[in-house]
């Protein structure tokens, strides 16, 4: 089955330590994207990276880091500088020839005590 | 800035019952639009999406949503709800061209059986 992976689904650190979530890609698709869902306020682009080795910096990306080595990963580190760290943070993928339709992951849950 | 603005953050409606939900927009160049849903613990999955053309567009489960160009919105239709539609509905924009696609908050629809 074609899709994205995101691992864990749950996630929980402590205040101060960098954690990394993984978003894995078997979709052949160039473009990948990590966003942050936090309630009543939509979904924000954390970085996105149009092809290997190179990203962008979204919306809110202070405190993150992201590396893009292989076309179908794209890992984001939520470092220790995020000052509000705990959210559901979703991975997508699309190719941007078809109007940049966004395929999603099933997200991951990070909670930092 | 680019934005999209969902005018209802909570809806609920009996089963049967018409829906309506309205999504505008700013940006003055040709857009790429769509909807995602969110169903409870599942998957944020595309709705429908408008590219070009016909500009009442057609989705799955019964869904619709038309296009008009000199009002700036995508307002998503259902004649009848079921339980089953309970769940998250963002609408999102993507200038044509562009990687980055502007999410809207998000409306939480409830369908009362």
Redesign the interface.
């Known amino acids: 089955d074609g899709g994205i992976t995101q691992s864990p689904k749950y996630l929980f650190r402590k205040e101060g330590q960098n954690v990394t979530l993984s978003c894995e890609q078997n979709l052949n698709h160039d473009?990948m994207y990590w966003y942050r869902q936090d309630p009543?306020?939509?979904?924000?682009?954390i970085y996105?990276s149009?092809i290997v080795n190179d990203f962008q910096k979204?919306d809110i990306a202070e405190g993150y880091s992201v590396s893009r080595e292989k076309k179908e990963s794209f890992p984001l580190t939520v470092t220790s500088a995020q000052k509000n760290p705990t959210a559901f943070y979703?991975c997508a993928s699309?190719i941007?020839t078809r109007?940049?339709?966004?395929?999603?992951?099933?997200?991951t849950r990070l909670t930092v005590l | 800035a680019q934005s999209v603005s969902q005018h209802n953050h909570h809806v609920i409606l009996s089963e049967a019952a018409s829906l309506e939900l309205g999504c505008n927009y700013s940006y003055g160049g040709t857009v790429n639009l769509f909807w995602y849903v969110q169903y409870p613990g599942q998957h944020l999955q595309l709705l429908l999406k408008y590219f070009s053309g016909d500009p009442l567009v057609k989705g799955i489960k019964g869904f619709e949503a038309e296009f008009i160009k000199s009002k700036f919105s995508f307002n998503l239709r259902k004649p009848s709800v079921q339980w089953s539609d309970t769940a998250e509905y963002f609408c999102a924009v993507n200038a044509r061209g562009n990687y980055q696609l502007i999410w809207g908050a998000g409306t939480k629809l409830i369908i009362k059986p």
Do not use: I, T
């Open positions: 473009a009543g306020q939509g979904l924000r682009l996105y149009q979204g979703l699309s941007a109007g940049n339709e966004q395929f999603f992951g099933p997200g």
